[in-house]
């Protein structure tokens, strides 16, 4: 796949040209692009939240490294890959829609692109807007890329997105309240900061 296409893809999204979703939909081939791009704007987030510990609280953090960029990423991304099968399941066996879950997981892998957000996070003041505002745009991102997958009914897909996302978020969340046990900043985004006992 030409490099080119795919940040071009991506930088209509970024001007929320939902389009690219009717493009990537049908080619197998973006299937690999699509994981990598959900994979890698997962880390962005986590990169900012590592920053954020960085330079937002005072005093440094030894494990926010692991915790937060490491850890916090791969949870973040597992979590979004439950979220998209969740979403499948629904719509397949609550709804009857006929889905292809590859076409889910390419379309919903370039849905991932608002994580990337995170990365600025790290910005004093304004750092809650780029906690908490990527995920809102996932999931508006989200419920395009599944009604441009699956063509269901809209009622349809923004419930499927609300049960799936909200295990995403439950997951996530959970893996961040082990934040008590461990001491140490876990997960990404707000899931970083809120769980962290200050």
Sequence with gaps: MDPNVILNRIMRLAKLDTTVFDEVRDDQRELVPALVIAAIAAFLGGLGTFMWWKVVPPGTLDSAFLNTFILGSIFLAVGYGIAVLVTYVVLAQMYKVQADLQAMLRTCGYAAVPLALILLMFIPVVFPVFAVVPFAMLFV????????????????VVMSCLIGFTVMIFVVGLVAGLTDALKAPMGVGAFGILFYPH
Excluded: D, K, L
Excluded at 141 to 156: F, P, R
């Design 141 to 156: 991102m989200m419920i395009y890329a599944v009604q441009s997958a699956t063509g269901a009914e809209s009622n349809q």
